[in-house]
Antibody, heavy 114, light 112 residues
Framework: EVQLVESGGGLVQPGRSLKLSCAAS????????MAWVRQAPKKGLEWVAT????????YYPDSVKGRFTISRDNAKSSLYLQMNSLKSEDTATYYC???????WGQGVMVTVSS | DVVLTQTPSILSATIGQSVSISCRSS???????????LYWFLQRPGQSPQRLIY???NLGSGVPNRFSGSGSGTDFTLKISGVEAEDLGVYYC?????????FGSGTKLEIK
């Protein structure tokens, strides 16, 4: 059974950093592109980042480019999202997802507030 | 960026009724590899998104066959043939042909 389990969320002050993790199991992690998608409270879905199988290629929308970094450790079947210079508008539930979009984690809440 | 316009924003249906949701793209979603990376998701209250349809018209694993997808280019439709109570939630279309990937604004399905 495919499982994606996010962790690392919480309350953080504006301008600070936070790192999210996603533990994957039930499939060969290194064979798949992976992504982060977020959802602000009561809002729609927004793609945040994608990483290639080896980690050599990463993709971001302009809203997070230069502040967020997606990475992976294939040996640990883990996906990460390093979030720097956080803003109040980054407040959201962050989902880890496998490309193909069939599998999503349960989400982890990030609140950026002073 | 590709804008996906979903209509209607709210849909009220009775059990057994057939309904359709439209997703129109600001540019063609046909990729140079011949695929059209258009997906449909259902997000039930308090849950993660669930993929219903991939590549316009392919039914996801375990998804009831009352769901169907159609369309091409810039116009796409999700149809539910006989709404059931468990279908309530918010439906999103998503395109992954052009970076940045984008989602429609969602259609909330309410059961009368």
């Amino acid at each position: 059974e495919v499982q994606l389990v996010e962790s690392g969320g919480g309350l953080v002050q504006p301008g600070r950093s936070l790192k999210l993790s996603c533990a994957a199991s039930g499939f060969t992690f290194s064979n798949y592109y992976m992504a982060w998608v977020r959802q602000a409270p009561k809002k729609g879905l927004e793609w945040v980042a994608t990483i290639s199988t080896s980690g050599s290629r990463t993709y971001y929308p302009d809203s997070v480019k230069g502040r967020f970094t997606i990475s992976r450790d294939n040996a640990k079947s883990s996906l990460y999202l390093q979030m720097n210079s956080l803003k109040s508008e980054d407040t959201a539930t962050y989902y880890c997802a496998r490309h193909g979009w069939e599998y999503w984690g349960q989400g982890v809440m990030v609140t950026v507030s002073s | 960026d590709v804008v996906l316009t979903q209509t209607p924003s709210i849909l009220s249906a009775t059990i057994g009724q057939s309904v359709s949701i439209s997703c129109r793209s600001s540019q063609s979603l046909l990729d140079s590899d011949g695929n059209t990376y258009l997906y449909w998701f259902l997000q039930r209250p308090g849950q993660s998104p669930q993929r219903l349809i991939y590549l316009v018209s392919n039914l996801g694993s375990g998804v009831p066959n009352r769901f169907s997808g159609s369309g091409s280019g810039t116009d796409f439709t999700l149809k539910i043939s006989g709404v059931e109570a468990e279908d309530l939630g918010v439906y999103y279309c998503m395109q992954a042909t052009h970076a940045p990937f984008t989602f429609g604004s969602g259609t909330k399905l309410e059961i009368k």
